[in-house]
């Protein structure tokens, strides 16, 4: 009797030591390599099924199966622009699955508009792909983009200034839209071609976006579809925005940082805000403001976000809400009304 509870303790222990060592799929990713072709990407220890459909979330079973047993950790496939294929990898043997999409969505004449989807969050889980957009302006995007983006959202919160909004309104339409006034006179100083100064204002925005926040978690929390929320650049005043949403579903803070950074590569600021003229200049110190940064031959590419020191301009806003308030959750609590029920809520929603 003895021996077989000893034996049965000793295979219990031997597989969760076995489990815990198993390698698993990971580092997945899609990237467009040409305007019609996609690449997947991932490392497993074992031979990966592909399979792929224009749903995210959805079982092997209801998806096309594009890929048996790879071995390589890469597939290539066509998709167009107008496409928006959802993969899932799963290792046969363990029926692990693991769910990718492209982090940019390809717009002609859109900015930084990226999912973000798939980043680990508490309990093993991931964030779910297709739910939760971040993007700069839409003043400029073509017909089919905006096509694609009602495909995509049924709900936008626009983060940007009063003068913003009105020197370079969205030409997204058919979705709900939200945004609350306020000057620009607040953030000013948040020039991309003088990024030493934008440390600072980072500390306004929590308390400047908590109406903003405010909007965003009750359409999130009413799961009606899909949601993009946008300042111009999509890298400072969205960059909190998703620094809160991040944390609010349980994703390290190393992860946020890393996601913040992305905007550098993804701005096209050529497609941020329209040309301004002279009359227009005279007319608004915001659209001057602008013009200046136009005439500027380094605004029309991404800086860092970090300062001299190589520190994250968002770990200003992390300073401020830490010191102000004591952790995010408490923020969230206090400005957003985002308590434990809700956070329990999102993570239902938001995480596989």
Same mark, same amino acid.
């Given at each position: 009797?003895?021996?077989?509870?000893?034996?049965?303790?000793?295979?219990?222990?031997?597989?969760?030591?076995? &489990?815990?060592?198993?390698?698993?799929?990971?580092?997945?990713?899609?990237?467009?390599?040409?305007?019609?072709?996609?690449?997947?990407?991932?490392?497993?220890?074992?031979?990966?099924?592909?399979?792929?459909?224009?749903?995210?979330?959805?079982?092997?079973?209801?998806?096309?199966?594009?890929?048996?047993?790879?071995?390589?950790?890469?597939? !290539?496939?066509?998709?167009?622009?107008?496409?928006?294929?959802?993969?899932?990898?799963?290792?046969?043997?363990?029926?692990?699955?693991?769910?990718?999409?492209?982090?940019?969505?390809?717009?002609?004449? #859109?900015?930084?508009?990226?999912?973000?989807?798939?980043?680990?969050?508490?309990?093993?889980?991931?964030?779910?792909?297709?739910?939760?957009?971040?993007?700069?302006?839409?003043?400029?995007?073509?017909?089919?983009?905006?096509?694609?983006?009602?495909?995509?959202?049924?709900?936008?919160?626009?983060?940007?200034?009063?003068? !913003?909004?009105?020197?370079?309104?969205?030409?997204?339409?058919?979705?709900?839209?939200?945004?609350? #006034?306020?000057?620009?006179?607040?953030?000013?100083?948040?020039?991309?071609?003088?990024?030493?100064?934008?440390?600072?204002?980072?500390?306004?925005?929590?308390?400047?976006?908590?109406?903003?926040?405010?909007?965003?978690?009750?359409?999130?929390?009413?799961?009606?579809?899909?949601?993009?929320?946008?300042?111009?650049?999509?890298?400072?005043?969205?960059?909190?925005?998703?620094?809160?949403?991040?944390?609010?579903?349980?994703?390290?803070?190393?992860?946020?940082?890393?996601?913040?950074?992305?905007?550098?590569?993804?701005?096209?600021?050529?497609?941020?805000?329209?040309?301004?003229?002279?009359?227009?200049?005279?007319?608004?110190?915001?659209?001057?403001?602008?013009?200046?940064?136009?005439?500027?031959?380094?605004?029309?590419?991404?800086?860092?976000?970090?300062?001299?020191?190589?520190?994250?301009?968002?770990?200003? &806003?992390?300073? !401020?809400?830490?010191?102000?308030?004591?952790?995010?959750?408490?923020?969230?609590?206090?400005?957003?009304?985002? #308590?434990?029920?809700?956070?329990?809520?999102?993570?239902?929603?938001?995480? !596989?």
């Amino acid at each position: 009797m003895k021996k077989t509870a000893g034996l049965a303790v000793f295979c219990v222990l031997l597989t969760t030591a076995l &489990a815990a060592s198993a390698e698993v799929i990971s580092a997945p990713q899609v990237l467009r390599t040409s305007p019609d072709t996609v690449l997947v990407t991932w490392a497993s220890p074992s031979p990966v099924d592909v399979y792929v459909s224009d749903k995210p979330d959805v079982a092997p079973a209801q998806a096309n199966r594009v890929s048996v047993a790879d071995q390589d950790g890469r597939h !290539e496939m066509k998709a167009d622009l107008a496409s928006r294929p959802y993969f899932t990898l799963r290792d046969p043997q363990s029926g692990e699955t693991l769910h990718v999409a492209e982090r940019l969505v390809p717009l002609e004449q #859109g900015s930084n508009f990226r999912d973000v989807g798939g980043y680990p969050a508490q309990g093993g889980k991931h964030v779910r792909w297709g739910l939760i957009y971040r993007s700069g302006g839409s003043p400029m995007l073509t017909d089919a983009d905006v096509r694609r983006v009602q495909g995509l959202v049924s709900d936008m919160v626009d983060l940007r200034s009063s003068e !913003e909004r009105s020197l370079a309104p969205t030409r997204v339409d058919g979705v709900a839209y939200a945004a609350v #006034g306020y000057s620009m006179s607040k953030v000013t100083n948040l020039s991309p071609t003088t990024p030493t100064t934008m440390g600072s204002p980072y500390r306004n925005f929590p308390t400047m976006l908590a109406p903003h926040l405010k909007i965003v978690f009750a359409k999130l929390l009413a799961n009606q579809g899909g949601l993009v929320y946008n300042c111009s650049a999509g890298q400072d005043r969205t960059g909190f925005a998703t620094a809160m949403i991040l944390s609010a579903l349980g994703v390290s803070r190393d992860v946020i940082l890393s996601d913040y950074h992305l905007s550098t590569t993804y701005r096209r600021p050529e497609f941020e805000m329209p040309r301004f003229d002279a009359a227009a200049q005279a007319a608004s110190p915001v659209a001057a403001l602008f013009a200046g940064y136009q005439k500027d031959p380094e605004a029309s590419k991404p800086r860092p976000l970090f300062d001299a020191n190589h520190r994250a301009f968002l770990e200003e &806003a992390f300073d !401020e809400v830490d010191s102000k308030w004591g952790s995010v959750d408490k923020y969230l609590a206090k400005e957003a009304g985002i #308590g434990p029920v809700e956070l329990a809520r999102l993570r239902a929603t938001y995480l !596989e």
